[in-house]
């Protein structure tokens, strides 16, 4: 771990961008993951061997919309299959991505709190660069796959997944944080497991009432004059062809939290297979092909000119 710790510093250093050696990435509204430096920093990432999609099932592997490859596509929630299977790699969360806003919005030490916590990288990312994590994951089989993965590959400050469903975790969790991270479920874009209050099996209208509750149990969980920072995506209606405002959907959540929205970056991802979606959805639908996220970051305080006087990052 040493070793990569290593390569990552020097990554930063023999960059010819001054930005990139203070922050890494330039702190601009547009990161790109397609560049070289991103690459290069993401492959020195994945020499950990994280494999954050271990613990999901080939059943529950549908297309992801913060990647672009499919394993099976076409699982009914009842368990049918109705669709091909295509064997393809599952992308998992960018590490990269993972370690800007951990380096950019949480104070040095501090406590991270994701309550859609899915696969490992967030929270051995959050090791590795000496934060302290907490995740909540409804999968069992995701949580003890996260567990066994950090436990081979971070050596001290050990990430913790708490077992359950946010809403009611959240409800027990005593602990205060200086960090909300997380990427919340689209929908029904995905369907993760069968398990009672999994949001991706709920209705439009309880998906979101769900998903306010939690998201305001954990803004209440997370101190004052901190950042909370949510990636998320359009979905459009399988009915309508619409999209069904996620992005809107999550400020407004977080806005009624009380946390006030502050960033909103946009990560643009490989094209990868979407030059393919192109001639099915564009000629006939008019509709484009996505090839980006939403990085909304909130800011929990009454003036933001107290960010100053967190204890800073680089």
């Excluded at 997944?161 to 005593?174: F, R």
């Excluded at 929990?300 to 006087?309: A, M």
């Amino acid at each position: 771990m040493n070793q990569i710790i290593k390569e990552l510093n020097n990554n930063s250093s023999l960059s010819d961008s001054v930005l990139r050696q203070k922050y890494i990435e330039p702190p601009f509204s547009v990161l790109d993951t397609k560049l070289k430096f991103w690459k290069t920093r993401r492959d020195i990432w994945y020499k950990l061997n994280i494999q954050s999609e271990l613990g999901r099932g080939d059943k529950y592997s549908g297309y992801s919309n913060y990647g672009d490859w499919i394993i099976k596509k076409g699982w009914t929630k009842n368990g049918n299959f109705k669709g091909q299977e295509t064997k393809l790699k599952i992308s998992i969360f960018d590490p990269v991505l993972c370690e800007l806003m951990y380096e950019w919005f949480c104070p040095s030490n501090g406590k991270v709190l994701d309550p859609f916590a899915g696969g490992s990288v967030r929270g051995i990312v959050a090791s590795i660069k000496g934060f302290d994590y907490c995740g909540i994951e409804l999968n069992p089989e995701q949580v003890k796959s996260n567990r066994e993965q950090a436990k081979q590959i971070c050596t001290d400050n050990i990430p913790q997944w708490i077992k359950g469903d946010s809403d009611k975790e959240l409800d027990k969790y005593v602990d205060s944080c200086d960090f909300v991270f997380s990427c919340p479920p689209y929908f029904d874009l995905e369907t993760y497991t069968d398990i009672d209050g999994d949001l991706s099996l709920l209705s439009d209208i309880d998906f979101l009432d769900k998903y306010e509750s939690i998201i305001s149990k954990s803004v209440s969980k997370l101190k004052d004059n901190r950042f909370a920072c949510f990636v998320v995506g359009e979905v459009r209606s399988s009915k309508t062809g619409f999209y069904k405002n996620l992005v809107s959907n999550t400020i407004e959540c977080f806005e009624k939290a009380g946390c006030h929205f502050y960033n909103d970056i946009v990560l643009l991802r490989p094209v990868a297979n979407g030059a393919m979606r192109v001639p099915k959805q564009f000629p006939n639908y008019r509709k484009v092909v996505r090839i980006h996220q939403n990085v909304l970051i909130f800011y929990k305080g009454n003036n933001h000119r107290n960010i100053k006087d967190i204890e800073r990052f680089f």
